[in-house]
């Protein structure tokens, strides 16, 4: 029930031991204790004609009628139920020990919790525990989580920002640092994140570099984290506050001038750093469109206009198509196959071999050996020449065809 105050109450009675009165004759120019009503409490206060007294809380019955000694606030005994003789007044009163009062300064000191009310005064400021608004909707509104503890919020959330010039220094962050730390100029610049024993886990900075030059970001030990090129930015979340260090992790925003959609990647920089897991880059895109090499110390050249192939450089492509120096010579020699003994010379278009005789000296001179050790045959339509004594060893042959002739000297 109800706590219930009326002005003017009192009646005379008797007290039950220390449990309750029983109410009796009402006195002249007051109400009695049915104005409280049934099963209603009330502040009540009793004295009786040797001076004892008691101040407390009732609860008003009508059967009797009886006012039961629920809590007693102060009393003749110390604080305690009071035993009372003989006839004792009762009566509504406004204890002490419950009433609200102004101090000197005309303020008020909360006594307790307020449990139930309707606050009709003005607007509660945000310093003493209020909104500093009257409504909840539009501008300035009061901002409400529900019941998984998350904000919806009708419009943008507007995100504090700084912007610092940089000058090649170091600027550290604070817990209250803005969430968005913009560089700006043309040098580097080094952010100190704050000392992560005053954040919380999951307090982020974004921080981006507006600068011709660089951003390094580094922990509270100046222990570096991330290093940001111009143009590029970095989100970086406090995990852990253990030390002031902390731990952070981060990811890393493409610069400005790289776009990209669900297919595409379009940069038009400079990759300096980069394991490429993809599928082969083709050679118009400045790859080989190859996977693997059959083996070690191959050549890479193009088969077709759209195809490149790793392998023995060919002859076609500016190779050999051998992989020995002697099979290589081999490539570009005409064959030897039955021309033991011959020179190479050429017939003003192409390079074969020849007997040695043939060759003319540009110097005027020439030089043969003195004994011939193998079968030779001139050739038809030639003469042959040998200077000095000329020896055939024993079993060659020395063949001189119809119409040529050999002349020694």
Known sequence: MALVLKDRV???GSANTTVSFTLTA???GFQDFTSIGEGNTTFYAATDVSGKWEAGIGTYSTAGPTLTRDTILSSSNSGSAETFSGTVNIFVTYPSEKSVNLDASGNVSALGTITSGTWQGATVGVSYGGTGVTS?????SVVLRDANGNVTGVNNAIIGTTFIPATGGTTTLVASSTQIQAVVGAADQTIRLPDATTLQVGQFFSISCASSGTV??????GTPIETITQGGASQVVCTS???VAGSWGYRVFAASNVTWGNANLDYNGTITSAV????PIAYNYGGTGLTTFAG?????YSTSASTLTAGTLPIAAGGTGQVTANDALNTFLPTQTGNTGKVLGTDGTNTLWQNAGSIISAEGLWENANTITQDYAISSGNNA???????VALGVTVTVPLGSNWVII
Not at 216 to 221: A, I, L, R
Not at 276 to 279: L, M
Not at 296 to 300: E, I, W
Request: proline content about 6%; overall charge negative.
């Open 26 to 28: 009402t006195v002249p």
């Open 241 to 243: 506050t253990g030390t």
């Open 385 to 391: 020449m040998s200077a000095g004594d000329i020896t």
């Open 296 to 300: 070690a110390n191959n050549a890479l």
């Open 136 to 140: 909840s909707s539009g501008p300035n």
């Open 216 to 221: 390094t970001v580094e922990d509270y030990s």
């Open 276 to 279: 490429w897991q993809g599928t």
């Open 10 to 12: 009192q009646q005379q």
